[in-house]
């Protein structure tokens, strides 16, 4: 009988990080090519949302899912990650801390 391998937690940590890092990557990079506030709050979500889609397409197709349920999954996800940052960031500055 073979042992299975167990994932190594650093690569795991280190691919979450990087994802992460390229995701958020692509509203910053959108927002700063857009002078006009009212325009930026509008495009924003929607680069966002088309981001996450296409991580949750690659994420389908390269873990051989669903990929309608891998795309809502990670456009949920990504918007309950966005809701809770942003509370967290209004919160914070309500406090008197400035970020």
Do not use: H
């Amino acid at each position: 009988m073979e042992k299975m391998k167990l994932p190594n937690p650093y690569q795991a940590a280190f691919a979450s990080a990087l994802s992460f890092s390229i995701g958020a990557l692509v509203p910053l990079l959108s927002a700063t090519f857009i002078t006009d506030y009212k325009i930026r709050l509008m495009v924003i979500p929607i680069v966002a949302t088309l981001a996450l889609t296409t991580f949750g397409l690659v994420g389908a197709v390269l873990g051989k899912s669903p990929s309608l349920r891998s795309c809502v999954r990670v456009v949920c996800g990504g918007f309950v990650a966005m809701g809770v940052t942003f509370g967290l960031t209004k919160l914070l500055s309500s406090c008197g801390l400035q970020l």
